[in-house]
T-cell receptor, first 115, second 111 residues
Framework: DSGVTQTPKHLITATGQRVTLRCSPR?????VYWYQQSLDQGLQFLIQ???????AKGNILERFSAQQFPDLHSELNLSSLELGDSALYFC??????????????FGSGTRLTVV | GEDVEQSLFLSVREGDSSVINCTYT??????LYWYKQEPGAGLQLLTY?????DMKQDQRLTVLLNKKDKHLSLRIADTQTGDSAIYFC???????????FGTGTKLQVIP
């Protein structure tokens, strides 16, 4: 157990629908990062939050949004889902605003299947 | 721009050494990492090296960095079946910069 908790582990939904993925960072970590892992695109950085504020943005679609709450858990909202959104979505956390120094701690991911 | 490349697959026999290679393009990279992903799990940080180092050894793992060629390698000595996983190379410029991951190398260890 890495200390980063992601729910749900698996999600199957239809095209056009909206889902919310949840992440609780490791105790003491203030930053949360969201990544998408698909077979053809590898591991893509989506967005980072630090202590409730958006810190960095990557290849995140406009149909996707995220937020970090006062208790530091984060949610990734995916809307108007398409078949191509099927992927593993990982959350990672780090102590500071940059995970660069000691790396990230990853959760075990949410596998999203859009049918 | 940032780009990190790895070969997709490596197969070795149990007991042999494995060498997983990675190249990166960002000459400003300050931190370089190796992560391991086992089936059904998230990525786990194995080791990291600062760009001012040439080598780092940690038990069976040896990381070599050739900054001139922007080449990073991970050597696993006495490879075991439990080492079978996908290994990701990653880099960051530090500060507020994000970590960029490679495509991952799938290591298969043959008993």
């Amino acid at each position: 157990d890495s200390g980063v908790t992601q729910t749900p582990k698996h999600l199957i939904t239809a095209t056009g629908q909206r889902v919310t993925l949840r992440c609780s960072p490791r105790s003491g970590d203030l930053s949360v990062y969201w990544y998408q892992q698909s077979l053809d695109q590898g591991l893509q950085f989506l967005i980072q939050y630090y202590n409730g504020e958006e810190r960095a943005k990557g290849n995140i679609l406009e149909r996707f949004s995220a937020q970090q709450f006062p208790d530091l858990h984060s949610e990734l909202n995916l809307s108007s889902l398409e078949l191509g959104d099927s992927a593993l979505y990982f959350c990672a956390s780090s102590k500071g605003s940059s995970g660069a120094l000691y790396g990230y701690t990853f959760g075990s991911g949410t596998r999203l299947t859009v049918v | 721009g940032e780009d990190v490349e790895q070969s997709l697959f490596l197969s070795v026999r149990e007991g042999d050494s494995s060498v997983i290679n990675c190249t990166y393009t960002d000459s400003s990279s300050t931190y370089l990492y190796w992560y391991k992903q086992e089936p059904g799990a998230g990525l786990q940080l194995l080791t990291y090296i600062f760009s001012n180092m040439d080598m780092k050894q940690d038990q069976r793992l040896t990381v070599l960095l050739n900054k001139k060629d922007k080449h990073l390698s991970l050597r696993i000595a006495d490879t075991q079946t439990g080492d079978s996983a996908i290994y990701f190379c990653a880099e960051s410029r530090g500060g507020y910069q994000k970590v960029t991951f490679g495509t991952g190398t799938k290591l298969q260890v043959i008993p």
